[in-house]
């Protein structure tokens, strides 16, 4: 008797799932950003120290090839980063005090012929993390992670406009 059930239940309950929307996220890649076999050349007025090495490991990691600079090759050039902190919550005595850090990213992409793809474009990133007082350590410690944290998503959204951007151009 239950077995004639059995089918019209999963049948329900698959019209279910699907009417509901469900589905894998994460399954469809979004091509916008991708880089594939993409030459070019990253320059850097900030030197090469921690978001030089995001942007080439987030460029290596959407397919493109590192180039050093020539004719015919788009150029990505990192102007400026700066990052700033402020006390959100809690006064110089408090326990705990709510931070704020923001991350700025300046930078510029030149196409093939030289030409700006980009005007002067600044990417903005905050977040906001709490600290101790009396756990300095641990609270500079989060507070370097956080940093990180922004590069890597500032770097990403990078990639990704500079995918868009070349994508255009082609």
Do not use: K, N
């Amino acid at each position: 008797m239950m077995r004639w059930l059995a089918f019209p239940l999963l049948l329900l309950l698959s019209l279910t799932l699907a009417g509901c929307g469900w589905h894998v996220r994460g399954a469809v890649q979004d091509e916008s950003g991708r880089l594939d076999g993409t030459e070019i050349h990253l320059s850097s007025g900030v030197g090469t120290g921690e978001l030089y090495r995001e942007v080439r490991d987030a460029l290596q990691g959407a397919g493109a090839r590192l180039v050093p600079p020539g004719s015919g090759v788009p150029t990505l050039i990192l102007r400026d980063e700066r990052t700033g902190q402020r006390a959100i919550t809690g006064g110089r005595r408090a326990l705990i005090r709510e931070t704020e850090v923001r991350y700025e990213l300046d930078w510029e992409l030149l196409g093939t012929d030289g030409e700006r793809l980009s005007d002067d474009s600044t990417f903005e990133q905050v977040r906001y993390y709490t600290a101790e007082q009396e756990r300095e350590l641990a609270s500079r410690t989060r507070r370097e992670q956080v940093l990180l944290e922004l590069r890597r998503d500032v770097a990403q959204m990078l990639i990704t406009q500079t995918g868009v951007r070349l994508s255009r151009e082609r």
